[in-house]
């Protein structure tokens, strides 16, 4: 499996291919070409396609991330009405409208990952949709699709070393190609500050931004991290400060482009950041309209099912009804041929029917009706792309086949919304689930049945 990240500035771009999956990462490749303009052209990206094709033969471009430099964006901080991310994204734009010097349609933005149990506080960045969309077009162009954009302060989380899968507390400062200061508490963004890289021969100001990030912190102080190649003048004033070391086989210059190749690695460090292309909220939007039919139609199927399941057992229950009486019929007349039979037809079929239920119940054979458990079992049906293709009942037993997308999750979101259903004399258990050829969707098949009934499958 190979992931590559690809970093933007002024003079070069530049582009780190990592095969494997953490912790045994390796380079596969690191590659840098020139701009004949500033932040790249078409014929840049596609000299920079072409060197990544060179340092991989044989392998095929996969996706990559894209990180944008402080110059291409803008970083804000604001407060909300929520302390949660996917409700402080979907109002956070609003916020940013009418206070960046770009027009309002031409605003991409996302936020940082906010703390566990935040206060409203987020940091939100942003870039131009033109540029945005515009490089994206020319790295498809060149052969090198463009999965995700995301910006540097992003890529310095992905960098931070890390604990239980989230980066360790402190402040950190990088110098990719301008000068970024985070600082990291439980997981999320707390203080976010750039610099131009110039102000690194006079430090004063960025001094003044670690000392105010370390007050703010509280009595415990916070340990200082230095990514990359730190000015001389800068790392001289933080003695304390602790290097991180680079990377086997990666430059300092590289390290942008590294962190963005770590993003589909480290999915939860980022918080999902992204700067969403028109592209890729057409394939979401596209996305959402097949979840959707894919749940009308297996709304529809559990509908027809319910109903058949009905209609056959009203047919049963009229076929039972229908022999009970002939049967009635033939064993009084064998018993009395001479007397004519004045006891009320309805009162012999209760009787019998009693008697075929003390039956069931003694055989162990005693079921809820087929449209019962239909009905619970389309209940406990979860949100997401999953569908039922079969179901088959006899008895006490329910065996359900379907697929559940891409998303493995959702079959034991199933399993358990069953066995809910179904209440604890019975069980729910995923007698298979794996993916398909293709490797789209996860086939799977789930039996419930009523506990201590443990029948051959």
Same mark, same amino acid.
């Given at each position: ?9 002024r ?9 494997g ?6 380079? *596969? ?6 701009? %004949?303009?500033?932040?790249?052209? *078409? ?11 060179e ?11 894209? /990180? ?11 407060a ?13 734009l ?22 566990r ?100 912190a ?15 003048r ?18 300092? +210059? ?6 963005? +190749? ?20 057409a ?7 097949? &979840?959707?039919?894919?749940?009308g ?17 009203? &047919? /049963? ?16 007349? *064998?018993?009395a ?9 309805? /009162? ?14 003694e ?37 359900? +086949? ?16 069953? %066995?809910? %259903? ?10 298979e ?25």
């Open positions: 499996m190979h992931t590559i990240g690809i970093s933007i500035s003079d070069r771009i530049r582009a780190v291919a990592l095969e999956s953490t912790p045994a990462l390796r380079i *596969a490749a690191a590659v840098s070409v020139p701009c %004949a303009e500033p932040f790249g052209t *078409a014929a840049d990206v596609t000299a920079l396609a072409e060197a990544l094709r340092a991989l033969p044989g392998v095929p471009l996969p996706g990559a991330v894209l /990180t944008l430099p402080p110059p291409l964006t803008f970083l804000r901080q604001m909300l009405p929520v302390t949660d991310l996917p409700r402080a994204r979907a109002i956070h609003s916020e940013l409208e009418g206070n960046l010097p770009i027009e309002d349609e031409e605003i991409l933005s996302d936020l940082l990952p906010a703390p149990e935040g206060s409203g506080l987020f940091f939100a960045v942003a870039g131009r949709r033109s540029f945005v969309e515009n490089a994206s077009e020319r790295f498809g162009a060149a052969g090198i699709r463009v999965d995700r954009v995301v910006t540097d302060p992003v890529a310095l989380l992905l960098l931070a070393p890390e604990d239980a899968g989230a980066p360790l507390d402190g402040i950190y400062l990088s110098t990719f190609d301008d000068i970024l200061l985070l600082r990291v508490s439980r997981g999320g963004v707390t203080l976010a500050r750039q610099f131009p890289q110039a102000m690194a021969e006079r430090p004063d100001e960025i001094l003044a931004a670690v000392r105010e990030a370390a007050g703010e509280g009595s415990t102080p916070l340990a200082i991290f230095l990514i990359g190649e730190t000015p001389a800068l790392a001289g004033a933080l003695p304390d400060a602790e290097r991180i070391p680079l990377p086997e086989g990666v430059s300092s +210059a590289h390290l942008a482009a590294y962190g963005a +190749a770590l993003a589909p690695l480290r999915p939860d460090v980022g918080g999902g950041f992204s700067l969403r292309t028109s592209a890729e909220a394939l979401d939007r596209e996305r959402d309209r097949r &979840w959707k039919m894919a749940a139609i297996a709304a529809g199927v559990a509908v027809l099912l319910a109903l058949g399941a009905f209609s056959f057992a009203r &047919w /049963t229950e009229g076929e039972k009804a229908a022999r009970t009486r002939a049967l009635v019929k033939k064993e009084f007349a *064998a018993v041929p001479d007397v004519r039979n004045i006891v009320q037809a309805g /009162t012999q079929i209760r009787a019998k029917l009693d008697a075929l239920r003390r039956q069931q119940k055989l162990g054979t005693d079921a809820p009706p087929p449209a019962d458990i239909l009905q619970l079992a389309s209940r406990a049906l979860p949100k997401g792309e999953i569908a039922v293709r079969e179901i088959a009942i006899d008895g006490d037993r329910m065996r359900i +086949a379907g697929d559940a997308g891409s998303d493995a999750r959702l079959v034991e979101t199933y399993r358990a919304g069953l %066995a809910s %259903a179904f209440g604890p004399g019975y069980s729910a258990t995923v007698q689930s794996g993916g398909s050829v293709k490797g789209t969707s996860v086939k799977f098949t789930i039996l419930v049945e009523k506990k201590g009934d443990r029948r051959a499958s």
